[in-house]
Structure formats: structure tokens, C-alpha cells
Nanobody, 129 residues
Framework: QAQLVESGGGLVQAGDSLRLSCVAS????????MGWFRQAPGKERELVTA???????????YYADSVKGRFTIFRDNAKNTVYLQMNSLKPEDTAVYYC???????????????????WGQGTQVTVSS
């Protein structure tokens, strides 16, 4: 049974950095769509960043405008782990962050939560001003 487990959340101050990790088991995702979503209280779950399957052109990533230049998604296939490096954190980044994986291994960006098949339990990130 596939499982995703996130870790690395916490309480930080504005301007600080955090690295979230998502370890997959029962699911080898080296060529799958992987994403990080977040959900703040009273708001819908939103896609923050995603890794798309590698093509002949190379790796592809997506970043929401709100995190471009501050967040980086990358994976370590040997460890079956996806990371989210978050720098220059802002109070508006406060949310529960979820790792998501899709069985799909081709195609363009998967942007909706319903596009993903596996989810982690979520990890809280709180940024104080």
C-alpha cells in the first residue's frame, strides 16, 4: 500500500527557511507527477509547486506565483523522497502543507487535488511576523 509521510514543518519567523520532506513507501515515484499543496484555515487547498515527469527536454517544475523565487521542489530518487525548500518565509505562507503523488507518468501539469492519487498526512508550517 502506497504511503507518503511528510516532515519538517514548524514555527519560524518571517524571513526564515524550512525544508519539508516527503518520503514515499510502496510507491516508486521517480517518473511520476509529485506536488506540494497547502491549505490555510478557511481556504481551499492550493497547489504550491509540482514536479512533472522528465521528458527528453529535461526536468519540468511548476511554482505558484506567490512562491516563485523563494521555494524549490526537488527529489532524491535513491531515497524515494521529495523535498520542498522554503526560503524567505512570509506570514502568508502559514498553512498545512501536503505532499501528493500521482500514478500518471506523462502529460502536463496536474493542478487539482483530485488529479493526485496519494496524499501525506500534512505538516503544519507557521510563520510569525
Amino acid at each position: 500500500q502506497a504511503q507518503l509521510v511528510e516532515s519538517g514543518g514548524g514555527l519560524v519567523q518571517a524571513g526564515d527557511s524550512l525544508r519539508l520532506s516527503c518520503v514515499a513507501s510502496g510507491f516508486t515515484f521517480s517518473q511520476n507527477h509529485m506536488g506540494w499543496f497547502r491549505q490555510a484555515p478557511g481556504k481551499e487547498r492550493e497547489l504550491v509547486t509540482a514536479l512533472l515527469p522528465v521528458t527528453v527536454s529535461g526536468s519540468r517544475t511548476y511554482y505558484a506565483d506567490s512562491v516563485k523565487g523563494r521555494f524549490t521542489i526537488f527529489r532524491d530518487n535513491a531515497k524515494n523522497t521529495v523535498y520542498l525548500q522554503m526560503n524567505s518565509l512570509k506570514p502568508e505562507d502559514t498553512a498545512v502543507y501536503y505532499c501528493a503523488g500521482a500514478l500518471k507518468m506523462y502529460g502536463g501539469l496536474l493542478q487539482r487535488p483530485s488529479d493526485y492519487d496519494y496524499w501525506g498526512q500534512g505538516t503544519q508550517v507557521t510563520v510569525s511576523s
